[in-house]
Structures are given as C-alpha cells and as structure tokens.
C-alpha cells in the first residue's frame, strides 16, 4: 500500500487519538508558590533584561515577541503593538523594545544584546567572553534571554550568579545545556523542554504515511544534528525499521544566501530517493527559501512533514503537528520570567512543556502531489490551509 493510498483510509478518531496521546497538555509553567504579579527589584528599581543569540534567525525574535506579549498579559510591560515585521538588521527587534516599550517594572538594556553575527564560529567565544564578562564584572544584567542552542550552550558556566531562561533549542539535554527534564543542572539556568516531540512528530508521519525511505536535511555538526532533531530520528527509524536518507547543508559562518543555496540544493537532492520527508528546522529555510524546496519537493510527489509547524504548512509543506502562534510558549517564558523576579531559583521551576496539540494540513500542497484528502482527515485537522502562501503574501 502506497503512503498516500494509506492516508485516505485513515480514520478522524484514531489521527485525534494518537496526536493527544503523542503530545499531551501543557505543562504547568512553574511552582505555584511564586507569583507572576510585578515587582520591582530589591533596591527598588526595575529589573534589567541582556540578550544572547548564537546568530539572526527568524523563531528567536518571533519567540522574544511572544515573551514580550505574555509579560504585557502579566502586566510587568504597558500594552503596545510590536511590529510585526521581522528586524533586518542585528539587534532592531531590541533596540525597538528599548526605545518603544513602557514598563515600571523592566528595562531592555540597550547595549546589552549581543550575536555571533551569521552563526560565526570564530566570533562566537568572543561574544561569549563579553556577555559573560558584564555579567561576572559589571553586575548590570538581572536576567538574560539566551536564545537558540550556541546562546544556551555558551551560558552554562558554573558559579553564573545571573538567571539565564533559554529558548528556541531543538533538544536543551541532547545538546548538553541541561542535564534533563526535571534538572537543568545549574541554578541559574533554565530550558524549556518538550519531551519526546520530534520521536512523537516522526511516529505519527510513519504511522499516517508508512514510508520506507524518510528524507532529512542538516548541518552535519553538533548544533545541526540538534537543530534538526536528528537523535530523535534515527531513534525511531530503528524502531520502525525505516531508512533516511540524509543531505549534509552547512550554515556556520556563511552568509545567508549561500546558506538558503544549500539547502535548497539539498533537497533537491534527496527529493527523487525518498518516500517522505521530514523537513527539519535549520537556518536555511526562510520565507524565501522555502518556495523552491517545496517547488522540487512536490514536482516529485512526496509528502512533507514539518518539524517547525504551522507557518511551513502555510507555505507549502503538506502537514505538521504545531501551534499557529507562539503565544503560548511566550507565556511560559513570561511566567518563569516572572516567577524569577518573584524570589524562585531557575534550577527548581518546570521546564517541561508541551504544545496544544493539533493537526494543520494544506490542501494545495495535497492536490499539487495528487493526493484528495478523505473527510476523516479533514475533521481531524485544527488548521486546513487552502493556499500556498508565497513571500509577496505575508507583506
């Protein structure tokens, strides 16, 4: 049976099954007893924020935002519309927060952001030594927002006094920023975690899909294979007893455009030796980019499954497994924010969480690889896309 002839015999309740019982509920996003209410520091003032990120990419100022909104929800910031855009240049989404934002209770410092520029391996340990010198010399910095896995990785040092809430990492444990789930192994710092999400990801396609042949891209390094869940992969391929086919695309220390090539390249590569794909996060895909993978993509007729969730169902990837938004991880971002300020120890609040778990499915790219979708699936999905969103769309 073909992985498409299999989809349409699949039934609404047994997909709604396996996805609540794949993904769960939220977790709850900290210890009760410590408040999110607002306060000002002990001396009185407000608290200051500090930024880390390993290189521009677009979910770490997405997630930055939506941290933004749930602390204005929280109400340690005056409401505001945050520009929807993405910043072009280093540092803009900050440098506007600083400049735009009301809060009696938090400052954005600046001159505290701080970036590897484009992933650059060897401008890394220096902005590593600066960030870490403020914090160990200055003093100035009550908290820092570590962003992807290079940000979080670089601020797990021993005797670091200054809380660190890391996010936008594929696997905080896999990529040795936090021991496990219930222990981030340090009392400053603190990771969200989504436990078993892309094994979870890779089950369901397999179980809706049944391929044999499962296509993957990634920067063969440690930080890719991470980004790309790769572990998390191979785990269930041999317990499925599927192949991968894989395409090495590097991104460190190249510029963007060469980065997108590769990836493209890539895909175009594995796109006629395989029975599904996996598209997998990496710093290649962006909304210009991801119009020609999907263009070879479906001129071969392969369905799509995307790690990173619904805006790439949006854009042409056949189905994914994610919120629309990232509200919701915001909020749990903002209350362990919050619940710092409030006196707790990063190392002792929850760092287990789960998205609300639905189905997005597009039915453009399902007809562009010939597939009709039954009702059963139809009724099983929470997002059903009609279009291909193309760059000039999202203006």
């Known amino acids: 049976m073909t992985g498409i002839a299999f989809l349409r015999r699949w039934p609404a309740l047994l997909v709604a099954a396996l996805l609540v019982a794949a993904l769960g509920v939220q977790v709850a996003a900290a210890d009760a007893d410590y408040p999110t209410s607002p ?21 770490y100022e997405t997630i930055t935002k939506a941290t933004v909104r749930g602390l204005m929800e929280l109400g340690w910031i005056e409401p505001a519309d945050l520009p929807e855009e993405q910043g072009s240049e280093p540092g803009e989404f900050w440098r506007w927060f600083s400049d735009n934002l009301q809060s009696d209770y938090i400052e954005f410092v600046p001159d505290a952001y701080y970036t590897a520029g484009d992933f650059d391996s060897e401008e890394r340990p220096v902005t590593r030594d600066a960030i870490v010198e403020r914090l160990t010399e200055q003093g100035d910095i009550d908290l820092v927002i570590a962003m992807g896995t290079w940000a979080g990785q670089d601020l797990r040092i021993e005797g670091l006094d200054v809380p660190v809430i890391v996010g936008s990492t594929s696997d905080p444990i896999g990529a040795g920023i936090i021991d496990s789930a219930e222990d981030s192994g340090m009392d400053h710092l603190h990771a969200r975690v989504e436990p078993e999400r892309y094994q979870l990801q890779v089950r369901l396609f397999h ?73 997998t996060v990496h710093r290649g895909i962006t909304g210009q980019s991801i119009g020609p993978i999907m263009d070879v993509i479906n001129h071969n007729l392969v369905p799509t499954f995307s790690m990173l969730g619904s805006s790439e169902v949006q854009r042409g990837v056949l189905m994914s497994i994610a919120q629309a938004d990232f509200s919701f991880v915001g909020m749990f971002h903002a209350e362990t924010i919050a ?15 789960s998205s609300p778990p639905k189905i997005a499915l597009n039915l453009a790219a399902a007809e562009r690889i010939g597939f009709d979708p039954p009702v059963d699936l139809l009724l099983a999905s929470d997002e059903i896309y009609d279009s291909i969103q193309r760059p000039a769309d999202s203006d």
Not at 220 to 241: F, K, L, N, Q, S
Not at 339 to 353: H, K, S, V, Y
């Open 339 to 353: 619940r710092i300020f409030n006196g707790a120890l990063p190392r002792d609040l929850e760092q287990g969480w």
């Open 207 to 279: 179980d809706i899909i049944g391929f044999q042949r499962l296509g993957i891209v990634y920067s063969d390094t440690r930080e890719g294979r991470t980004y790309g869940g790769v572990d998390a992969v191979e785990e269930v391929a041999a317990e499925r007893g599927f192949e991968i086919v894989s395409c090495n695309a590097p991104y460190s220390g190249l510029p963007q455009d060469e980065v997108e090539g590769n990836v493209i390249d890539c895909y175009s590569e594995i796109a006629d030796q395989v029975d599904a794909i996996y598209i």
């Open 39 to 59: 306060r000002l520091n002990d001396d009185g003032e407000r608290w200051r924020l500090g930024y880390l990120e390993g290189g521009q990419y677009v979910d």
